[in-house]
């Protein structure tokens, strides 16, 4: 449980820094929409899809790396000398 709460967290500090780096005034507003209500919507919705795409590679990621640990210990050149005998 405490897994998930931490890739949660860190995948909502990514998407954070996602949404502040496309935030109109890094471009001095060259791209405000004529409706601020439709921006509003706009930032709400990318920020809880980057959360969920952060997460789902966070997840994917920590089992790509179970697998690679899981075929190291099964194979016998991962083993010490005096045991593979």
């Known amino acids: 449980m405490a897994q998930r709460i931490i890739d949660l967290v ?6 954070l820094v996602s949404v502040l780096l496309s935030w109109p005034y890094w471009r001095d507003f060259e ?3 004529e409706s601020h209500g439709m921006w509003r919507l706009y930032i709400v919705a990318g920020f809880v899809l980057a959360v969920y795409v952060f997460y789902a ?3 994917s990621v920590r089992t790509l790396f179970l697998h690679d640990a899981q075929a190291r210990a099964a194979t016998p050149e991962s083993l010490p000398q005096e045991k593979r005998s």
């Open 10 to 15: 860190l995948s909502a500090l990514a998407a």
């Open 57 to 59: 590679f966070l997840r």
């Open 31 to 33: 791209y405000w929409p």
